[in-house]
């Protein structure tokens, strides 16, 4: 049949047409479309869930399916110093500011031999965290582990030793959330024994510590307690104004954090939405820095950015008062681990945070073990403000503390969870860790109208990292939002 034909006249009109072919869909994809010429944007499309490489995310480890959260008891030994030795304790008397709690002769203390002290350790678990409580050690939160990533978020001293600050003249740095009452700084009576309570319940678990304390009478304490579903935990301080008169007081919470393995890297990230705070003590060398009292510019003050740890040659407290998005956070971006605080910004005033920066470790501690603090406060803005409370008044407040991991760091948070949004010269790289398994959409907004948008389900042990490329000619500023099932917003951040 094809007899006579060379292989060029067998093949041409195949190519002829395979090459009109290729020009002709090169013309159709150059061509506008709608969206382009009229500004409006396509439909919707629903993407798939990519990571930033283009792979389908695969949770590591494996999806967690929330379960009832349980209590634990156990005990935990500490190496300590005899700082409650009868040689060592020097009692106090009327005309003392800290009288009736007792100073301390610290050569005494430090002749005398370390010893093993057990404690009793009471741990509250659920899917995704767990929270260790030791009563006969001020009450402290003492531990509070990630599971999904197994790191420990609190620092923990390996010895108990006591330092040369605070009101009495000695405070152990023992690490952990402490409960700091009546007075600023670290308040009178984190070192002694507290009361405690636990309750279960099929869907909570809490533990409530408390102590009467000497100088007011007063009973100060806090409820910590987790649900099944959220890898959050709720700390609810509370002082109960029992006595007949009045009183001034302060009471803080001041969490000691060391996120990478009970260090804390100079890639250490302070993420606090202010432009300025308010200096409360500083190295006398840095002379860069306000004094105490005195506000400065946040995060970049004199050229340095005092928002990543790394930067500080000395010693920094400084307060972040009346913050009104509600949130604060530590972020190790070597470790890829952080924390965040999320709190009801009517009724918190005070936020602070510290870094020892150049005090030496030996000040505190045995080893070359570091933290950094957090500090929150339902009562006072800063250390300088008391309030009164009258007799048979009692407050309270509620915040929640939740880990995240692998997410950068994050622009607003709340209970849901934490978003990132960075706008680049492309697009856009997303990122979202939920605090429980969270149905709805992730959405993205151009000039307020949606463009794309991720389907859910997200799950705390995933995080999510996107990256959004813009489409030519699609104009506007960024919209992210996580939304519900009925498309309500649970989180939205513009950048």
């Known amino acids: 049949m094809f007899a006579g034909r060379s292989k060029f006249q067998l093949i041409f009109p195949f190519v002829l047409g395979l090459s009109l072919f290729v020009v002709l869909l090169l ?19 629903y993407l798939p869930l990519v990571l930033r490489d283009g792979t389908p995310p695969t949770p ?22 005899q700082y409650d030795h009868p040689d060592c304790v020097i009692a106090t008397s009327l005309g003392d500011f800290v009288y009736p709690y007792p100073r301390l002769n610290h050569d005494c203390v430090f002749q005398k031999p370390r ?8 741990t509250l678990h659920n899917s995704y965290v767990a929270v260790t409580v030791l009563p006969e050690l001020g009450g402290r939160l003492y531990r509070w582990q990630d599971k999904v990533t197994g790191r420990q978020l609190l620092y923990a001293n390996p010895v108990l030793k006591p330092t040369a600050w605070g009101w009495r003249g000695w405070w152990l ?10 007075t600023d700084e670290h308040g009178l009576n984190e070192y002694r024994p507290w009361d405690y309570t636990t309750e279960v319940l099929s869907d909570t678990v809490s533990i409530t510590v408390s102590d009467v304390e000497d100088q007011t009478g007063m009973t100060v304490g806090a409820t910590i307690a987790l649900d099944g579903n959220h890898s959050f935990m709720t700390l609810e301080p509370f002082v109960v104004n029992d006595t007949a008169v009045s009183h001034s007081y302060q009471y803080w919470l001041n969490a000691m954090i060391a996120l990478g393995d009970n260090t804390t890297d100079d890639q250490t990230e302070f993420i606090i939405p202010a432009t ?45 008062p009346n913050l009104d998005a509600g949130f604060t956070g530590v972020y190790d971006h070597t470790a890829q681990q952080g924390i965040v605080r999320v709190f009801d910004v009517a009724q918190m005033p005070g936020n602070k945070f510290f870094g020892p920066a150049n005090l030496e470790p030996n000040l505190y501690t045995i080893d070359d073990s570091v933290y950094v603090e957090m500090w929150s406060s339902g009562v006072t803005p800063d250390f300088w403000t008391y309030v009164s409370i009258d007799a048979g008044q009692s407050k309270s407040w509620t915040e929640r503390w939740y880990p995240v991991s692998q997410l950068g760091t ?38 307020g109208t949606q463009v794309a948008s991720w389907p859910g ?16 000619g699609l104009t506007g500023p960024l919209t992210v939002q996580l939304l519900d099932e009925q498309e309500q917003p649970l989180l939205e951040f513009a950048p």
């Open 27 to 45: 013309v159709v994809q150059s061509l506008p479309t709608a969206a382009q010429v009229s500004g409006t944007p396509e439909p919707v499309a």
């Open 60 to 81: 590591t480890p494996p999806p967690i399916e929330p379960g009832a959260p349980w209590l634990e008891q156990g005990t935990i030994t500490i190496s300590s110093y």
């Open 115 to 122: 010893v093993d002290r057990m404690f009793n350790a009471i």
């Open 173 to 182: 740095a023992s690490g952990g959330i402490e409960w700091a009452f009546p």
């Open 276 to 320: 300025q705070v308010r200096v409360h003590s500083r190295d006398a060398a840095a002379t860069y820095l306000p004094a105490a009292g005195d506000w400065m510019n946040w995060p970049e003050h004199n050229g340095r950015f005092f928002n990543i740890y790394g930067t500080w040659d000395y010693y920094l407290g400084f307060f972040a």
């Open 410 to 447: 994050f622009d607003i948070a709340n209970e849901f969870g934490a978003l990132r949004v960075d706008e680049t010269s492309t697009g856009a790289e997303i990122g979202l860790q939920v605090t429980a398994v969270t149905s709805g959409t992730l959405s993205l907004l151009v000039d």
């Open 457 to 472: 389900p997200f799950a705390p042990e995933q995080t999510v990292d996107l990256v959004w490329e813009r489409p030519l």
